[in-house]
């Protein structure tokens, strides 16, 4: 079973920046057996429905982003580390949120907005910000 953990979350104020990271794993006698093809980030504020933020292709490294972050968030991926991060900067009170990082691990064209092409998902971890 692979397990995701984010981290990094925190209450901030306006303008200020945040780096999250999720971290991929799954427990076994020896080594991993599963194959990460993309990640993504996900958030769901409250009374709000969950959206798409960002995602990153493994194999690639392309990057998508959300219209509201896409100048100011960055993600990326350390592929050794099966660990995937989101620099935030600016940051704003709309950005408070549960932040939940997602991993796909079966290849294929897939669709990186969409909730239903990951199979595996964190907790999430809260994202607070104040003016």
């Known amino acids: 079973q692979v397990r995701l953990v984010e981290s990094g979350g925190g209450s901030v104020q306006t303008g200020d920046s945040l780096r999250l990271s999720c971290v991929a794993s799954e427990q076994t006698f020896t080594k991993p057996t599963f194959t990460i093809y993309g990640m993504v980030w996900f958030r769901q504020a409250p009374g709000k429905e969950r959206e798409f933020v960002a995602a990153?292709?493994?194999?690639?490294?392309?990057?998508h982003y959300s219209v509201p972050v896409q100048d100011r968030f960055t993600v990326s991926r350390d592929l050794f580390e099966n660990t995937m991060y989101l620099q935030m900067h600016n940051l704003k009170p709309e950005d408070t949120a549960v932040y939940h990082c997602?991993?796909?691990?079966?290849?294929?064209?897939?669709?990186?907005?969409?909730?239903?092409?990951?199979?595996?998902w964190g907790q999430g971890i809260q994202v607070t910000v104040s003016s």
């Open positions: 997602a991993a796909r691990t079966f290849p294929g064209t897939y669709y990186y907005r969409e909730e239903y092409s990951y199979g595996h």
């Open positions: 990153i292709e493994w194999p690639g490294g392309d990057t």
